[in-house]
């Protein structure tokens, strides 16, 4: 199992960025996938949650109507389209399928400040 963050970086406030994740080495289209995020000092968070058909999705009360979570099972990649962005997104953001067992991505640092 591999996944790759991508798009992540330093936006001011109000901003918006698009997070990819790029997954192989398992049938990506099976398993429902997950978007948490980590900040400063603090324990990792689930932000977002698609199912594996991309019918149903789960948000974190404080990103809902800002944050929207897609995939395209045809590309094996799943995204988070991130807008209005405050201060408190800041973190690293991690892609994540449970597979037995939790996986990982190394994460995408997410900046948000003036």
């Known amino acids: 199992v591999q996944l790759v963050e991508s798009g992540g970086g330093l936006v001011q406030p109000g901003g918006s960025l698009r997070l990819s994740c790029a997954a192989s080495g398992f049938t990506f289209r099976g398993f429902d996938m997950n978007w948490y995020r980590q900040a400063p000092g603090k324990e990792r968070e689930l932000v977002a949650t698609?199912?594996?058909?991309?019918?149903?999705?789960y948000y974190k009360d404080s990103v809902k109507g800002r944050f929207t979570i897609s995939r395209d099972n045809a590309k094996n990649t799943v995204y988070l389209q991130m807008n209005s962005l405050r201060p408190d997104d800041t973190g690293v953001y991690y892609c994540?399928?449970?597979?037995?067992?939790?996986?990982w991505g190394q994460g995408t640092q997410v900046t948000v400040s003036s």
């Open positions: 994540n399928v449970r597979i037995l067992l939790n996986r």
């Open positions: 698609i199912n594996s058909a991309g019918g149903s999705r």
